[in-house]
């Protein structure tokens, strides 16, 4: 799918003209489809593969048992099926998503409790499952660390002066999903306009991906070439950007359009889970859209973090 991307943050961290190779790459990527397939990452192949073992035992265990640790979107914990539709986020009424999740998120509180208990909440951890919280510690910091390198990347891309992102993520927001898409013997037959996870965009800075490959698997929007299956290479990231991102960019990237298949009859007993980690920036960081000609829309207002995200959770909520 050549609308996607591929880059490599080593060749980046060369600088010189391989750096500035990249960054141009970099724009012309994320204007055509606001997707990447990222190499030279960093990220240990073992790690995620031992997050995605955990991640199995805890989805085995009993419903009886995950439902201890259920909670609603947005929440820490397990978010059972039937729990969310993401084509709402865009309008769309569509069935709930065919998937269950685990959900983490940064809990560096800041004392004010009406702040916390929206976006700093404690994370929950499985008793039954004790090596998750560790794998999953160090998961998320590697992906923050990420996560601040590629918006470093995006800011030296538009050739701006600094990166302005550096002082909007001093106690930053963010989510890590492990999603568990279970087979179609599990889920039944899908009902129309029903999906893993219904076409959507995200809704923060940053969207890492982590995924398994299949049949079922995810699918990326464009303009030029509409639906199609996502790239895949196990040794790259999957990354793309949200809405706050794109609206920061003055609209001249898109937000990563996205939607992952249902089971297919052809492979009705693959089974995937996904590791999916949400950036987004401090919670009362005031996002100023760039303005023409790096922008492409002109005059639009400035956006407070938390503010632009809650309307977006709440749309996707079920119940």
Not at 146 to 166: C, I
Not at 249 to 275: K, N, T
Not at 287 to 308: M, N, Y
């Amino acid at each position: 799918m050549n609308a996607i991307a591929s880059i490599d943050l080593a060749r980046w961290r060369t600088g010189g003209s391989a750096a500035a190779e990249v960054e141009r790459d970099v724009d012309r990527g994320l204007r055509r489809a606001g997707f990447l397939l990222v190499y030279g990452h960093g990220i240990p192949a073992e790690l995620p593969a031992q997050v995605r073992a955990a991640a199995r035992r805890f989805f085995a265990l009993p419903e009886e048992v995950k439902q201890r640790y259920a909670v609603t979107v947005g929440g820490r914990g397990w978010i059972g099926p039937g729990k969310e539709a993401n084509g709402y986020a865009e309008g769309t009424e569509t069935p709930p998503d065919l998937k269950e999740t685990y959900a983490v998120g940064a809990d560096t509180r800041t004392g004010d409790p009406e702040v916390d208990e929206v976006w700093f909440l404690p994370n929950v951890w499985p008793e039954e499952v004790i090596e998750l919280r560790e794998l999953m510690t160090a998961y998320t910091a590697a992906m923050r660390t990420l996560s601040d390198e590629l918006l470093a990347l995006f800011a030296a891309a538009l050739e701006l002066p600094a990166n302005p992102f550096q002082g909007l993520a001093a106690r930053p927001t963010w989510t890590c999903n492990i999603n568990h898409y279970p087979p179609l013997s599990a889920v039944g037959a899908p009902e129309p306009g029903q999906y893993r996870i219904g076409p959507h965009t995200d809704f923060g800075t940053v969207t890492v991906l982590d995924r398994e490959p299949g049949a079922g698997g995810l699918q990326i929007y464009t303009e030029a070439g509409g639906w199609a299956d996502a790239p895949y290479d196990p040794a790259a990231l999957t990354v793309n950007i949200g809405d706050l991102l794109a609206y920061w960019s003055g609209e001249r990237w898109p937000s990563g359009r996205h939607r992952v298949l249902p089971p297919q009859p052809e492979a009705p007993e693959e089974d995937l889970v996904s590791l999916i980690y949400f950036y987004e920036l401090d919670h009362d960081a005031v996002v100023t859209p760039l303005e023409p000609p790096i922008g492409r829309v002109s005059g639009l207002q400035p956006v407070v973090s938390a503010a632009f995200l809650r309307t977006r959770l709440d749309a996707i909520t079920i119940g």
